[in-house]
Nanobody
Framework: QVQLVESGGGLVQAGGSRRLSCAAS????????MGWFRQAPGKEREFVAG????????YYRDSVKGRFTISRDNAKNTVYLQMNSLKPEDTAVYYC???????????????????WGQGTQVTDSS
C-alpha cells in the first residue's frame, strides 16, 4: 500500500504558475502509473494529467495541454504537476493518485486508480 501527500496548492493569479508535489511513502512509486485529478465545487472529479510507471508516457486533458506538465522522480518517490498560465477555471482541489494495474502507458479513468491523496486546493485570486 502506498500513502500519498500532495502539497503546493494556494492562491494564484490568472496567468501565474504553481508547482504541485505528491510525495509517496510505504512503497516505491516506480510500481505505479500516476495521475493528477481535480474537483471543482459542484463538479465531478476529472482527470488532469497522467504519467506512466517509467515516465516515458504522459497524457493530458485537452484544456491543460501546453500549460501543465507532469513529471516524476522515482528516486525521490515524488510526482509533480507544473501548472503555468493558470486560468480561473483551473480552481479546484487537486489530487494525486496511484494505479498499479496499468503497466504500459497511462489511463485517465478515475476507477483505475487505487490510492489517493487528500488533495491540495488551488484557488484563483483574481
Amino acid at each position: 500500500q502506498v500513502q500519498l501527500v500532495e502539497s503546493g496548492g494556494g492562491l494564484v493569479q490568472a496567468g501565474g504558475s504553481r508547482r504541485l508535489s505528491c510525495a509517496a511513502s510505504g512503497r516505491t512509486l516506480s510500481r505505479y502509473a500516476m495521475g493528477w485529478f481535480r474537483q471543482a465545487p459542484g463538479k465531478e472529479r476529472e482527470f488532469v494529467a497522467g504519467i506512466s510507471m517509467s515516465g516515458g508516457s504522459t497524457y493530458y486533458r485537452d484544456s491543460v495541454k501546453g500549460r501543465f506538465t507532469i513529471s516524476r522522480d522515482n528516486a525521490k518517490n515524488t510526482v509533480y504537476l507544473q501548472m503555468n498560465s493558470l486560468k480561473p477555471e483551473d480552481t479546484a482541489v487537486y489530487y494525486c493518485a496511484a494505479d498499479s494495474h496499468t503497466i504500459v502507458g497511462v489511463t485517465p479513468t478515475v476507477q483505475e486508480y487505487e490510492y489517493w491523496g487528500q488533495g491540495t486546493q488551488v484557488t484563483d485570486s483574481s
